[in-house]
T-cell receptor, first 113, second 115 residues
Framework: AQSVTQPDIHITVSEGASLELRCNYS??????LFWYVQSPGQGLQLLLK??????LVQGIKGFEAEFKRSQSSFNLRKPSVHWSDAAEYFC???????????FGSGTRLLVRP | EPEVTQTPSHQVTQMGQEVILRCVPI?????FYWYRQILGQKVEFLVS????????KSEIFDDQFSVERPDGSNFTLKIRSTKLEDSAMYFC?????????????FGPGTRLTVT
């Protein structure tokens, strides 16, 4: 069965510092990979997605993610974090044989002024 | 920009009551989904719906749950007899193409509180 692991429950960074949120997946073939962000009391907003092709994908709000097949990872990065980036970030996996998205448990990002 | 909308934003109900959560998917989307997120836990898939029938459902989606597209715009989730453990945020989503190819757009959610 497919699964998604986000090993960091909380991450705190200073405003202006770089950020990397980790995501590992378990699936036999290449999955479809997504990062969503959830601000407090809000729904899920898609940051970026990977379907195929270039393994480095750009998203909204200055985020990017890199698919590494050898490590089964899809880590999210941002070179300079803004206070407004404080939110919960979810990695998700989709596969051809299913309609559902499988979500990781999320990483809560706190930004220090 | 088109978006998925959900009503109500918050619903409080007593155990054993029926609730209907409503969603208006993006107009040209053909695939519809419900997910739930119990407080502090991960987002979990409940059901997907296409061409007026359920295309996939999870173990959570038992006989007390049902979905319907009563008209050309609404998509509803009904819980027949609510339990305390049904308290969660329920998200509706829609996509233009099936998962794996099309990204899913999520609504803001309905917070269901069962007392």
């Amino acid at each position: 069965a497919q699964s998604v692991t986000q090993p960091d429950i909380h991450i705190t960074v200073s405003e202006g510092a770089s950020l990397e949120l980790r995501c590992n997946y378990s699936y036999g073939a290449t999955p479809y990979l997504f990062w969503y962000v959830q601000s407090p009391g809000q729904g899920l907003q898609l940051l970026l997605k990977y379907f195929s092709g270039d393994t480095l994908v750009q998203g909204i709000k200055g985020f990017e993610a890199e698919f590494k097949r050898s490590q089964s990872s899809f880590n999210l990065r941002k070179p300079s974090v803004h206070w407004s980036d404080a939110a919960e970030y979810f990695c998700a996996v989709g596969v051809d044989s299913s309609y559902k998205l499988i979500f990781g448990s999320g990483t809560r990002l706190l930004v220090r002024p | 920009e088109p978006e998925v909308t959900q009503t109500p934003s918050h619903q409080v109900t007593q155990m054993g009551q029926e609730v209907i959560l409503r969603c208006v998917p993006i107009s040209n989307h053909l695939y519809f989904y419900w997910y739930r997120q119990i407080l502090g836990q991960k987002v979990e898939f409940l059901v997907s719906f296409y061409n007026n029938e359920i295309s996939e459902k999870s173990e959570i989606f038992d006989d007390q749950f049902s979905v319907e597209r009563p008209d050309g715009s609404n998509f509803t989730l009904k819980i027949r007899s609510t339990k305390l453990e049904d308290s969660a945020m329920y998200f509706c989503a829609s996509s233009e193409t099936p998962n794996g190819v099309g990204e899913q757009y999520f609504g803001p959610g309905t917070r269901l509180t069962v007392t």
